[in-house]
């Protein structure tokens, strides 16, 4: 036995044992490992250049110490923890009362809407529309609307949001609060911001305290959601809850860099969700940090990530990675491929467990 392993070392040491050294084979794994690691971080560093920090409005973050307990969290900037979401710090104005909404848009005092109709690139900027029992702004027919920089909240009128018909193409919904109100109206509204048009696009959002779900789009063409702070869906009894839900054909859909909380409420449901009801191709989860709390027993969603393919559709090309996620809160972090309508080869790579620093299984 003892010749056997003088032989064996004497081999691997001059390089003759399978033709390699066992020394050169280490050192060059190591150098392997090495390389990898300084690709992957350079990787990140570009990525992190797209961050939303740069763009982001002034104030104070909404929860700047949310990851200081985590051994894991995001090497790029995170929506609400190192920049701010929401309306910069502004005097907002009465929509009803200051006479001054743009030309293209009313005030409708029966519905509680504030309508845009055929009123092509308007802009609704600095506005409080949770004044009055909270209205909802209703888009008709005019393509390019940008609502910005102001304050939602359901009230009496049981109204939030933001809604568009299939004339109202590449809507932007950006640097808004969104505050469902919770226990107090909690079934009034299913979904903050509804689009039959082509193309969405939704940044830098604070989005809390909902009924159900955060972005309902039915028109197709582009998905753009980056840089915003959504917590705790899930306040209307028998509601299911989601961060999104596409329906018709999408192209390279992003979902990038949102900060998702959620704790235990009276419905669940799933996180991101990319169900094809026509055509997905293409979508992009990544960056995103993820947040379930459990409350005791009871879990906050049932999965993080979901993505399904209905009956005759297609959903090909989902890639979700470099997500950060704690998943105390949910049955897991993935929906299972053996689950109901699961989609083809998606793609799960480089996503961690936040509080445990390890990186999921990835699949392919």
Excluded at 115 to 142: I, K, M, Q, W
Excluded at 182 to 196: E, K, Q, R, S, W
Excluded at 222 to 233: A, F, L, T
Aim: proline share 5%.
């Amino acid at each position: 036995m003892i010749a056997r392993v003088l032989v064996y070392w004497t081999l691997a040491l001059f390089g003759l044992w399978s033709g390699t050294s066992l020394f050169s084979s280490r050192a060059d794994q190591r150098d392997q490992s090495e390389s990898q690691l300084k690709t992957t971080a350079a990787a990140d560093n570009f990525a992190c250049t797209e961050d939303g920090s740069l763009g982001a409005p002034s104030g104070a973050p909404q929860h700047p110490r949310l990851l200081i307990f985590y051994l894991k969290s995001s090497p790029c900037a995170v929506a609400g923890v190192n920049y701010a979401v929401g309306y910069s710090n502004i005097a907002l104005q009465d929509p009803i009362e200051c006479h001054c909404l743009p030309s293209g848009a009313s005030i409708d005092l029966i519905n509680h809407f504030i309508r845009v109709t055929e009123a092509p690139a308007l802009t609704l900027n600095g506005f409080d529309f949770s004044l009055h029992g909270g209205y909802l702004v209703y888009c008709d027919r005019s393509p390019n609307l940008t609502v910005s920089n102001s304050k939602f909240a359901a009230g009496e009128n049981g109204l939030l949001g933001v809604m568009g018909n299939s004339g109202c193409a590449d809507l932007t919904v950006t640097n808004n609060v969104f505050d469902g109100m919770g226990h107090l109206y909690p079934c009034g509204i299913g979904t903050v911001i509804t689009t039959a048009g082509n193309g969405i696009t939704l940044r830098y959002n604070w989005i809390k305290n909902f009924s159900q779900h955060v972005l309902e789009a039915n028109g197709g063409g582009k998905v753009i959601y980056r840089y915003n702070v959504v917590e705790d869906g899930g306040w209307c009894p028998g509601a299911h809850l989601n961060y999104t839900q596409l329906q018709g054909d999408y192209h390279s859909p992003i979902i990038a860099f949102n900060t998702f909380i959620q704790n235990v409420q009276v419905a669940g449901g799933e996180g991101i969700r990319l169900s094809a009801t026509s055509k997905i191709v293409n979508a992009l989860v990544e960056f995103n940090t993820m947040i379930s709390v459990p409350s005791g027993l009871k879990k906050a969603l049932s999965y993080m990530i979901a993505c399904h393919q209905q009956p005759n559709a297609t959903n090909v090309g989902f890639v979700a990675k470099n997500n950060y996620l704690d998943i105390r809160g949910a049955y897991g972090a993935i929906y299972p491929s053996g689950g109901s309508y699961p989609c083809p080869k998606p793609t799960y790579t480089r996503n961690f467990n936040m509080t445990t620093g390890i990186a999921l299984r990835e699949q392919q």
